[in-house]
């Protein structure tokens, strides 16, 4: 089946240590997207990335760093620089070009705990 | 300037009863698109409907129906017969411009509302 598969569900983490979200996708989908997501509020882009070997900082970039070698997949991390890092990452990807009626399809999300 | 207000962060709704979920958007593109997504509380993000700046009528699927007011700038989302498992967090969203995106623009991003939680009881 295709999809979007995030792992792990859920990632424990001591404060200061690294940590990478995994974000893969076999729908063939150029563009990709993290959203973060703390409870009470929307969703808010992280970074994106278009086509492969590109991305883009999205609102909160800072303490985040991402990388697109393949198309089929987009793992974020979370750096120690990142303040508040505990939190619901979800991934998303649509397909390209993202023009304006292509929805975008989200993966389970992992939430964060950092302790 | 918000992009997307959901004023609503609670409604509720009886079985088989027809609800209303408000969302008002600002931007000053001509070409936009709006979608509404379903979030359960298992977290995953579940595309709805979408309607598009120039569609000439309100979209619909199924139970969900879009209130498209261009002039006043909201997509409210209408759930007709709601049923117990439609009680989850719901967003609007919004995507600008009708170009593919170019490298490094921000064409292709979706801008979230806060979201409103729907209760549905028995």
């Known amino acids: 089946d295709g999809g979007i598969t995030q792992s792990p569900k859920y990632l424990f983490r001591k404060e200061g240590q690294n940590v990478t979200l995994s974000c893969e996708q076999n729908l063939n989908h150029d563009a990709m997207y993290w959203y973060r997501q703390d409870p009470g509020q929307g969703l808010r882009l992280i970074y994106y990335s278009q086509i492969v070997n590109d991305f883009q900082k999205g609102d909160i970039a800072e303490g985040y760093s991402v990388s697109r070698e393949k198309k089929e997949s987009f793992p974020l991390t979370v750096t120690s620089a990142q303040k508040n890092p505990t939190a619901f990452y979800l991934c998303?990807?649509?397909?390209?070009?993202?023009?304006?009626?292509?929805?975008?399809?989200f993966g389970p999300g992992t939430r964060l705990t950092v302790l | 300037a918000q992009k997307i207000t959901q004023t609503q962060p609670g409604m509720f709704v009886q079985e088989k009863e027809a609800v209303t979920l408000d969302c008002t958007y600002d931007?000053?593109?001509?070409?936009?698109?709006l979608f509404w997504y379903k979030q359960p509380s298992s977290g995953e993000m579940i595309f709805l409907i979408y309607?598009?700046?120039?569609?000439?009528q309100n979209a619909t699927e199924g139970r969900y129906s879009l209130n498209f007011q261009k002039a006043r700038k909201s997509a409210n989302l209408v759930i007709s017969a709601s049923q117990l498992g439609d009680s989850a967090m719901y967003f609007c969203a919004m995507r600008e411009g009708s170009l593919p995106a170019d490298r490094g623009s921000t064409l292709g991003r979706l801008y979230f509302g806060r979201g409103t939680q729907l209760t549905v009881w028995p």
């Open positions: 998303a990807s649509s397909i390209g070009p993202p023009i304006l009626y292509n929805e975008q399809f």
């Open positions: 309607q598009g700046s120039y569609d000439q």
């Open positions: 931007t000053s593109d001509p070409s936009y698109g």
